[in-house]
């Protein structure tokens, strides 16, 4: 477990002693003996397990029963932010105020993404929408299709 999570105060690990209140059955008889009589209802856990792949098969009979009895599960990808920088990044390319532009640009940064990937490393296809950014940052600032207003203050 990250030194972050033992930090954070609440979190209930399955090595510790069983959270006194409801708990809600994970619909394994072996996963809840391990837990201590069930998944505690309304408290914040981390499954972790050396094991490539164990954690996640845990995870499945938990969720699963945890959406059966009615409760709300999110599933947070620690990756999902990066679309979002990438569309910003897009709208940057294309220009702010213009629909079309952010199309052109979105177009521009997935096209260069997928060729950035047969040519360059698994890792760099990423970055290929941040150096097109700068790039066309560093050459034209308003963007692509953006038109330059000039006010007198």
Do not use: H, N
Request: no cysteine; net charge positive; proline share 7%.
């Amino acid at each position: 477990m990250s030194a972050a999570a033992l930090q954070i105060p609440g979190v209930w690990r399955a090595s510790e002693a069983p959270l006194a209140g409801a708990v809600v059955s994970t619909r394994s008889a072996a996963l809840d003996r391990a837990l201590g009589g069930g998944w505690p209802q309304g408290a914040l856990t981390q499954i972790v397990s050396g094991t490539p792949g164990l954690g996640f098969s845990l995870l499945l009979p938990a969720l699963a029963a945890l959406t059966a009895a009615g409760r709300p599960v999110a599933l947070i990808d620690p990756q999902l932010g990066f679309i979002g920088v990438k569309a910003f990044a897009a709208a940057i390319v294309g220009g702010f105020g213009s629909l079309p532009g952010a199309i052109v640009g979105g177009l521009i940064v997935g096209v260069a993404e997928q060729f950035a990937g047969l040519y360059l490393p698994p890792g760099f296809a990423d970055t290929s929408a941040y150096v097109i950014l700068l790039l066309v940052l560093l050459a034209r600032p308003e963007g692509i299709f953006s038109t330059m207003q000039k006010k007198k203050v």
